[in-house]
Antibody, heavy 114, light 113 residues
Framework: VQLVESGGGLVKPGRSLRLSCTTS????????MSWFRQAPGKGLEWVGF??????????EYAASVKGRFTISRDDSKSVAYLQMNSLTTEDTAVYYC??????WGQGTLVTVSS | DIVMTQSPDSLAVSLGERATINCKSS????????????LAWYQQKSGQPPKLLIY???TRQSGVPDRFSGSESETDFTLTISSLQAEDVAVYYC?????????FGQGTKVEIK
């Protein structure tokens, strides 16, 4: 099982960024995919998840990102996405993609700063 | 939201000794239909992503050494490292996945005395 996040970087407040999570080693369509984040020096925070198609492919989000972030998936490519809009400095963190919550990627750093 | 509270915030244990970390949930995370507590424990070493150690409060993830064990009593959960090894230095987190938002404890830092 491998998960590799990409798309992080430095972005100005108010701008958007899309993270990708490219996976291999398991049947992607059978699993929900989650995103977590960790601000520098802080603890872990759940961002949200997307269920697999068998459970409707529906999404759930943390209150802190609801309405600004969108999780999607492309089962044909085994990739999950995190679209982040209206970014603020509070969104600065390492973002982790996970298979449900058992396997984690290495993370990608998102820095929101002017 | 379910609040997860860990104790202590940090502890220092001698090599080969037992380390015990506690986690309390503000409400039950027991799903009555399967009688399972929706509680996980993670280990995060410096500069690395978290690693799942325990799920369903007491089920060890594949490949996790058997010196790690989880126990449960209503809303109180414990992670025990029976014989601390140098490679166990890390921050440990509990997390409930019973209801959204999934929430974590604040973390417990384990060091060698």
């Amino acid at each position: 099982v491998q998960l590799v996040e990409s798309g992080g970087g430095l972005v100005k407040p108010g701008r958007s960024l899309r993270l990708s999570c490219t996976t291999s080693g398991f049947t992607f369509g059978d699993y929900a995919m989650s995103w977590f984040r960790q601000a520098p020096g802080k603890g872990l925070e759940w961002v949200g998840f997307i269920r697999n198609k068998a459970y409707g492919g529906t999404t759930e989000y943390a209150a802190s990102v609801k309405g600004r972030f969108t999780i999607s998936r492309d089962d044909s490519k085994s990739v999950a996405y995190l679209q982040m809009n209206s970014l603020t400095t509070e969104d600065t963190a390492v973002y982790y993609c996970t298979r449900e919550f058992d396997y984690w990627g290495q993370g990608t750093l998102v820095t929101v700063s002017s | 939201d379910i609040v997860m509270t860990q104790s202590p915030d940090s502890l220092a244990v001698s090599l080969g000794e037992r380390a015990t970390i506690n986690c309390k949930s503000s409400q039950s995370v027991l799903y009555n239909s399967n009688k399972k507590n929706y509680l996980a424990w993670y280990q995060q070493k410096s500069g690395q992503p978290p690693k799942l150690l325990i799920y369903w409060a007491s089920t060890r993830q594949s490949g996790v050494p058997d010196r790690f064990s989880g126990s449960e009593s209503e809303t109180d959960f414990t992670l025990t490292i029976s014989s601390l090894q140098a490679e166990d230095v890390a921050v440990y987190y509990c997390q409930q996945y019973y209801s959204t938002p999934w929430t974590f404890g604040q973390g417990t830092k384990v060091e060698i005395k």
